[in-house]
């Protein structure tokens, strides 16, 4: 071919590329890079930067990650809180919602104070029965009739506090603990009921609904607390609450020292043992008078759940750190039909060390490897310690422990004969991970739900789009496309909850001569829209293979680092797009939920589609 007719074939192909009559269903938002950027073109001189600009000047501040404004862990993990339990109350251990956690020895409830039968009036331990009357003095307290099980905290510690807060179905639990490097209590005045001081402080929420909970500590840096001023929440009280953010910054440990959820595994947000004194355990029966005298009652009220229950620890900094601990966590049946029929036994510690205590019986593994020798040794020396600060009274006349029989549960006056020690043998092979199929063990963590996945009803709807003119201002080759629908977000029954957002995947291609409707074919595919592999170009849109991607949408007026009102009606949503003349656009809507733990987010899998024919002669 001559030189003048090559060139003028060029130029002739790439007149037919710019007016559309030869290219690719989605050649308006790709082309070549160029300068260290994505940058496309289409027939009308519109590319993908100008696109990408034009999204961010007509919808500012809408498009925003919750919980992402501070990369502090616990300024995060606090934001991260607030988007999916509502707002943090205050922890307020000084508060009228506060319980005093009683310490009983032989059958009696202990308190230290002046002692007004010697010179001086020493602080020692008064004793006093169920009616209230003096029964002796002590000046040391080596035991009690429920030593503690944390194995961290002063075994017979007394006067800590407790305070829970219920709103909707969420509720707050703060724990005030006194405690001592010794783990042994004293005469110092530390311990009095009236001295403030304490050593640690722990928070838990929980959705009863959801199953989902999280946890903060006192910082392990600090050896004092004081519970005369209440404690700012993780997070503080909102986005803009930055005095409160940077004091709760040196209140909570960012570390994420203790392993709450090993505990606290039973699908619920406290673990019901004598220690926390309820009505109903570590007392011959409900009918016992000291159960009415010494113990909080329903304060913590009976909220059994089953093991397949939904239960999720919330928090990426705290996930990230027992990342492994939470995959490996199993839930378990008894195989001999005995403690799993009104309990939640787990491999963790409510299995090795709440079940072992609970039966009477030393923790064993009947041919355990080597990694679980070595783990077994510690519980058993961690048992050990316990058993020895448990009073003669409580294993014997007092008959308190074990805790739990089979079938009677935690009444104490049936006569039943406490688990064999056949029968404990079997259970603590299923609780060490040592068992066979007769465990039943299951996952005992659940996964991140996607959204309109779950039964709480969450779903997007009234997806529409309108072909407005252009804003003033912007060029005349091109249309504003207004892209509105409703979502929903009603999973926990939480009216604050804020953890979803709309990814919005856009395509563009000619307008069939017939009019027809796209086929679902022709819209940008799911894994575009979930931005599962993406090339930023300019604020929130991305480039996603043939598509453009926008990710983020929060509902309208919901601007960056503004905390929601409370509503539990579907939200509305609005965005505003460059629509191209005489070109159809395709789009399509993926909710997303941000889920705040190692799995990052989760996508529905429902079609939300829908499509617009731009036609610049007439607007509709």
């Not at 999916?84 to 409830?109: A, H, R």
């Not at 002590?138 to 506090?161: E, F, I, M, V």
Request: proline share 8%.
């Amino acid at each position: 071919m001559r030189p003048v007719a090559l060139i003028a074939a060029v130029l002739g192909i790439a007149f037919l590329l710019l007016s559309g009559t030869i290219g690719l269903r989605h050649a308006a938002f790709v082309s070549t890079p160029r300068a260290g950027e994505r940058q496309g073109s289409d027939q009308d001189g519109v590319d993908s930067k100008s696109f990408a600009k034009a999204v961010t000047r007509w919808n500012p501040d809408i498009f925003w990650a919750p919980a992402s404004k501070s990369t502090d862990v616990i300024t995060r993990s606090g934001d991260e809180a607030r988007a999916v339990f509502g707002p943090i109350p205050d922890g307020d251990c000084d508060s009228p919602q506060m319980k005093v956690i009683p310490l009983e020895v032989d059958g009696n409830v202990v308190d230290l104070k002046p002692n007004p039968t010697k010179p001086g009036s020493p602080l020692e331990f008064e004793h006093r029965n169920v009616s209230g009357e003096v029964v002796k003095w002590t000046a040391t307290l080596p035991k009690c009739d429920k030593p503690s099980l944390t194995g961290s905290t002063t075994y017979c510690g007394l006067n800590s506090r407790v305070v829970r807060v219920v709103r909707g179905n969420v509720e707050w639990l703060f724990l005030c603990r006194k405690s001592n490097i010794s783990q042994e209590v004293s005469t110092d005045p530390y311990w009095t009921r009236s001295d403030p001081r304490f050593s640690v402080f722990g928070t838990i929420g929980f959705n009863r609904k959801s199953g989902e909970i999280i946890f903060f500590d006192g910082r392990k840096d600090r050896s004092e607390f004081d519970w005369t001023k209440p404690f700012v929440p993780p997070g503080g009280r909102s986005y803009s609450d930055e005095v409160g953010r940077a004091a709760a910054e040196k209140i909570y440990d960012p570390t994420f020292q203790i392993s709450c959820h090993a505990c606290h595994d039973n699908k619920s947000p406290y673990v019901i043992d004598p220690h926390i004194a309820q009505s109903r355990v570590g007392f011959r029966s409900g009918g016992d008078s000291r159960s009415t005298a010494f113990s909080l009652g329903d304060f913590l009220p009976r909220r059994p759940r089953l093991p397949g229950a939904p239960f999720r620890v919330v928090g990426s900094g705290y996930t990230g750190t027992y990342r492994n601990e939470l995959s490996q966590a199993r839930t378990v049946e008894d195989p001999t039909g005995n403690c799993t029929s009104c309990h939640t036994l787990t491999t963790q510690v409510t299995g090795r060390r709440f079940a072992a205590d609970a039966a009477g019986y030393e923790p064993t593994v009947t041919l355990p490897t080597w990694v679980q020798l070595l783990e077994l040794h510690e519980e058993q020396i961690v048992y050990a310690e316990i058993a020895a600060h448990r009073t003669d009274w409580a294993v014997g006349s007092g008959g308190i422990h074990p805790w739990m029989l089979p079938g009677s549960g935690n009444d104490l006056s049936s006569g039943t004969p406490r688990l064999s020690s056949e029968d404990w043998r079997k259970l603590s092979d299923c609780l060490w991970g040592a068992g066979g199929s007769g465990c039943g063990y299951r996952p005992l963590y659940t996964g991140c739900p996607a959204p309109e996945a779950e039964d709480g009803g969450s779903s997007l709807a009234d997806a529409k789009i309108q072909v407005l003119p252009p804003p003033p201002g912007e060029g005349m080759k091109t249309r504003l496309l207004r892209i509105s629908w409703t979502f929903r977000n009603s999973y926990g029954g939480v009216p604050e909850r804020d953890d979803i957002r709309i990814n919005v995947a856009i395509s563009a291609g000619a307008i069939p001569a017939t009019g027809d409707p796209p086929q679902s074919g022709d819209y940008p595919s799911i894994e575009q829209a979930k931005g599962t592999s993406i090339e930023a170009i300019s604020g929130p849109v991305s480039s996603a293979g043939s598509s453009l991607l926008i990710q983020n949408v929060s509902f309208a007026g919901h601007t960056k680092w503004s905390d929601p009102t409370p509503s539990m009606s579907p939200r509305t949503f609005q965005i505003d797009l460059p629509g191209q003349c005489n070109r159809r656009t395709l789009i399509r809507l993926v909710p997303k939920r941000f889920c705040f733990d190692q799995s990052q987010a989760a996508f529905s899998e429902a079609d939300h589609l829908i499509y617009a024919d731009v036609q610049c002669g007439e607007l509709r």
